[in-house]
């Protein structure tokens, strides 16, 4: 069992940056690709982006390619969402998740564990 703790979601103005962490507990963290996904009222979860268990392959989704960094201290059992030049569009709640294969998947219904969610508001 791994339970995951995100924060730092809040309400920034379009242009602003917000930095998301998720702190996992329970099983050793580096066995995890750790995701993270967001929800808009009335819409699917969506893939946001991905990293490896050492951190060293990410993936994107196309919509924040460039904008959101995605990183992972294995020391601290902490995986970070770093988000620049938010738009109205990505206000969401954001998640974590986590996944114990080698793969960075993007499909929400594939990975195991999920954290309870934080609310990034981005106003125009």
């Known amino acids: 069992q791994v339970q995951l703790v995100e924060s730092g979601g809040g309400l920034v103005q379009a242009g602003g940056s917000l930095r998301l962490s998720c702190a996992a507990s329970?099983?050793?963290?580096?066995?995890?690709?750790m995701g993270w996904f967001r929800q808009a009222p009335g819409k699917e979860r969506e893939f946001v982006a991905a990293t490896s268990r050492s951190g060293t392959s990410t993936r994107y989704a196309e919509s924040v390619k460039g904008r959101f960094t995605t990183s992972r201290d294995n020391a601290k059992n902490t995986v970070y969402l770093q988000m620049n030049s938010l738009k109205p569009e990505d206000t969401a709640v954001y998640y974590c998740?986590?996944?114990?294969?080698?793969?960075?998947?993007?499909?929400?219904?594939?990975?195991?564990?999920w954290g309870q969610g934080t609310q990034v508001t981005v106003s125009s």
């Open positions: 329970g099983r050793t963290f580096s066995n995890y690709v």
């Open positions: 998740a986590a996944d114990n294969s080698a793969v960075l998947k993007t499909i929400a219904t594939m990975y195991s564990y």
